[in-house]
């Protein structure tokens, strides 16, 4: 069983900065491979970022691709995305989810924490 909470979202500005994170629970966070939704209203569900287990390789979004970064943090059993440069098309809620298998499943899911751009 795992828990996800993220958290980090709020109100910002067109061009500014914000750093989600997702606290996990378990004993065995540095076995898992997690992956960054957002969803905003009227829109289909979006796969931000993605980081594997063993090696931290990385996959990004074409929309978000050299603007955010994820990191994991085995030790605090955190995941974290690095949001730079954000746009109005940033926002919505972001949810951290576990991988089951490939990239194709997920089995557990945070509640979401909301992110809002202004201008």
């Known amino acids: 069983e795992v828990q996800l909470v993220e958290s980090g979202g709020r109100l910002a500005q067109a061009g500014g900065s914000l750093r989600l994170s997702c606290s996990a629970s378990?004993?065995?966070?540095?076995?898992?491979?997690f992956r960054w939704f957002r969803q905003a209203p009227g829109k289909e569900r979006e796969g931000v970022s993605c980081?594997?287990?063993?090696?931290?390789?990385?996959y990004y979004a074409e929309s978000v691709k050299g603007r955010f970064i994820i990191s994991r943090d085995d030790a605090k059993n955190t995941l974290h995305l690095q949001m730079n440069s954000l746009k109005s098309g940033d926002s919505a809620v972001y949810y951290c989810?576990?991988?089951?298998?490939?990239?194709?499943?997920?089995?557990?899911w945070g509640q979401g924490t909301q992110v809002t751009v202004s201008s």
């Open positions: 980081i594997n287990s063993s090696d931290d390789t990385t």
């Open positions: 378990g004993s065995r966070f540095a076995d898992y491979a």
């Open positions: 989810a576990k991988v089951l298998s490939g990239w194709d499943s997920y089995d557990y």
